[in-house]
């Protein structure tokens, strides 16, 4: 893909959504942190949920080891893999008193030194919490790289590579918000919507799909 066809893709993404944003409830870094850490294998209506009531008696570190691993758990039991998870939070939430004074750290490698936080959850804590021009790839924007042809690579380090190499600055920021809900609402896994793609004329997908047949 050309560098023409990039920038018309993220400027029509732009037009729709100028101001674009995690759709993860959040007020703080921490919050935002834990609700990244939850959302591992788990929809964000499912982690938002949750943390709604999770987050009105526990919004800081340590308020969560106050609260305890088990009452933890119940908060987090209607989501997936919710015991790990809460055993990560107790965890990092330790971690962050302990050596980063409570406060959520504004660098990678200790966001990746925190149980539970991989380079994808790290790159979206930068990138929302802190506005670092990351762009987190997750397997929505695995696939619309892949399959528009707008950064293709054989995984996930490779594609964050190239959509950080290939997307014009004045993108990055806002680049992962855009993507991800592309391809949550419109290039969607099983079927995707090209009939009502905003950015169709530019994809190089070859196997666009018609409107689907009126009854």
């Given at each position: 893909?050309?560098?023409?066809?990039?920038?018309a893709i993220y400027k029509t993404l732009q037009a729709l959504n100028?101001?674009?944003t995690t759709e993860l409830a959040y007020s703080t870094p921490f919050e935002l942190l834990v609700a990244v850490v939850l959302s591992a294998q788990a929809t964000d209506r499912s982690v938002n949920i949750a943390t709604k009531e999770l987050f009105k008696v526990a919004r800081t570190p340590a308020a969560i080891l106050t609260l305890g691993a088990e009452?933890?758990?119940d908060h987090i039991r209607t989501i997936g893999l919710y015991r790990t998870k809460a055993a990560n939070v107790m965890r990092l939430s330790q971690i962050l008193?302990?050596?980063h004074g409570g406060k959520v750290p504004h660098v990678r490698e200790s966001l990746e030194a925190l149980p539970g936080v991989g380079r994808k959850t790290a790159n979206v804590v930068l990138n929302t919490a802190f506005g670092e021009p990351t762009i987190a790839v997750d397997t929505h924007i695995f696939r619309v790289a892949n399959r528009t042809n707008l950064a293709p690579g054989k995984d996930v380090e490779e594609v964050e590579r190239r959509l950080l190499k290939f997307t014009p600055d004045e993108f990055k920021k806002n680049a992962h918000h855009w993507l991800i809900?592309?391809?949550?609402?419109?290039?969607k896994a099983r079927v995707p919507e090209c009939w009502r793609c905003p950015i169709v004329q530019w994809c190089e997908f070859r196997h666009k799909t018609p409107a689907p047949a009126v009854a």
């Open positions: 893909m050309n560098p023409a066809k990039r920038r100028p101001d674009p009452r933890l758990t008193i302990e050596q809900l592309h391809g949550r609402y419109v290039c």
